[in-house]
């Protein structure tokens, strides 16, 4: 949800700087539109294949990061546990 707007984004900056760059240099009308609607889609499909690959990198290290948690966690249980029986045995 985070980059829901991101290829969106993209491609209106895209197209903003390229209209900017066609009234500069005073292009003709229906070929600035040609162009504009070319870099429109370039960059929708740029934006769009961006915002998955942010997507899975962050999803790969969120998933890494509940392993390591969880690694952690039995790590732990299982010093709880050897110092429960090493308890024991002082006590007996």
């Known amino acids: 949800m985070k ?18 760059i066609c009234l500069y240099n005073r292009y003709d009308a229906l070929y600035t539109l040609k162009v504009l609607l070319a870099i429109l889609i370039i960059f929708l499909i740029i934006g769009s294949l961006v915002r998955k690959a942010l997507i899975k990198i962050l999803d790969m290290s969120n998933e890494k990061e509940s392993d390591d948690n969880k690694d952690k966690a039995v790590e732990e249980d299982t010093q709880e546990n050897s110092n429960d029986s090493d308890n024991d045995s002082k006590i007996s």
Do not use: Q
């Open 3 to 20: 980059y829901r707007y991101l290829p969106a984004t993209v491609m209106l900056s895209a197209g903003a700087i390229t209209m900017f």
